[in-house]
Structure formats: C-alpha cells, structure tokens
C-alpha cells in the first residue's frame, strides 16, 4: 500500500527557490518509480519530473530541465524535487505520484498512486 502525501510550497519571487517533499505512509514506494506532475487551473496535469525506485535514472520535463532537479530518500521513503530558478509560468498545483512499476516514466497511465498536490505559486 502507497499513501503519499506533499509538503514545501508556497509562494516565492521568480528566481528563487522551493523545495518540494512527498513521503509515504505506506509500505512499498521504495519499489516503484516515482514522479512529480503539476496542474495549472482548468488544465490537465501535466508531467515534470521522474526517477526510477533506485534512483538511478531521471528525466525532465523540457520547460523544466536544468532548474529542477528531483531525487528520493530511502530511508526515509520520501522523494523531493527541488525547484531553483522558478518562474512565474511554473505557478501551479504540484502532485507526487508512485508508478506502478520500478522504471522512472513520463506517462501520467503509469502512474497508480497519488498525492493531494501542495500548491506552488512564483509572482513576478
């Protein structure tokens, strides 16, 4: 059983930096793939960022890559994404997601398990 849960947003200037935490309360988010996806109002969620369960491959989002970088914490069965360089356009609600396999993946259908999202917001 996966229960995930977010903390770390808020609001900040653009070029400053946020970082992102999602823990589980479960038993297995060692053993997928985990993600972050985000969701600006009105729009469908969209990818971000994806690491496989041992942490040996990632992939970006372009409009991210560079300035986020996401890595996980086995110990403490977390995984974070830090967010430096923000922008205005990167204002949006932040989810983590659990895969239902060990492979890091860019398709939100891979994806079983999920968050409540905590909601980043970067003014000008």
């Known amino acids: 059983q996966v229960e995930l849960l977010e903390s770390g947003g808020g609001s900040v200037k653009a070029g400053e930096s946020l970082k992102l935490s999602c823990i589980d309360y479960?038993?297995?988010?060692?053993?997928?793939?985990a993600g972050w996806f985000r969701q600006y109002p009105g729009k469908d969620r969209e990818f971000v960022a994806a690491?496989?369960?041992?942490?040996?491959?990632?992939e970006y989002a372009p409009s991210v890559e560079g300035r986020f970088t996401i890595s996980r914490d086995y110990t403490k069965k977390t995984i974070h994404l830090q967010m430096d360089k923000l922008q205005v356009d990167d204002t949006a609600m932040y989810y983590c997601?659990?895969?239902?396999?060990?492979?890091?993946?860019?398709?939100?259908?891979?994806?079983?398990?999920w968050g409540q999202g905590t909601q980043v917001t970067v003014a000008s």
């Open positions: 997601a659990a895969a239902v396999h060990e492979r890091f993946t860019t398709r939100i259908s891979e994806y079983k398990y």
């Open positions: 479960g038993t297995v988010f060692n053993n997928y793939g």
């Open positions: 690491i496989s369960s041992r942490g040996l491959s990632t």
